[in-house]
Nanobody
Framework: QVQLVESGGGLVQAGGSLRLSCAASGSIFSINAMGWYRQAPGKQRELVAT???????NYAGSVKGRFTISRDNAKNTVYLQMNSLKPEDTAVYYCNANYLSSSLYLGSSWGQGTQVTVSS
């Protein structure tokens, strides 16, 4: 089993910045894609950004140019730098990792979520 622990959420004014972190731990052989998703009240969870182990990134159109995803493979950690935040970015942000466990089991884990609130 792989656990993901997120940190870095909070309250920020519009135009401000936040940096989210997500560290994976457990019986990990390797981690392929890692990503961030978000869910606003009354809405479905949506993709924000993903990054492969090789560093290939993908962004939702609504955050492209404002958010940057990165990862430290040695630390099994993924980051999300969020700049020029808007009130519509307010949501619970979830980390996801697709991995191969030490017992060669392919799995996917989610973090517990971290609240990001952007005030206008």
């Amino acid at each position: 089993q792989v656990q993901l622990v997120e940190s870095g959420g909070g309250l920020v004014q519009a135009g401000g910045s936040l940096r989210l972190s997500c560290a994976a731990s457990g019986s990990i052989f390797s981690i392929n894609a890692m990503g961030w998703y978000r869910q606003a009240p009354g809405k479905q969870r949506e993709l924000v950004a993903t990054i492969t182990s090789g560093g290939t990134t993908n962004y939702a159109g609504s955050v492209k140019g404002r958010f940057t995803i990165s990862r430290d493979n040695a630390k099994n950690t993924v980051y999300l730098q969020m700049n020029s935040l808007k009130p519509e970015d307010t949501a619970v942000y979830y980390c996801n990792a697709n991995y191969l466990s030490s017992s060669l089991y392919l799995g996917s884990s989610w973090g517990q979520g971290t609240q990001v609130t952007v005030s206008s």
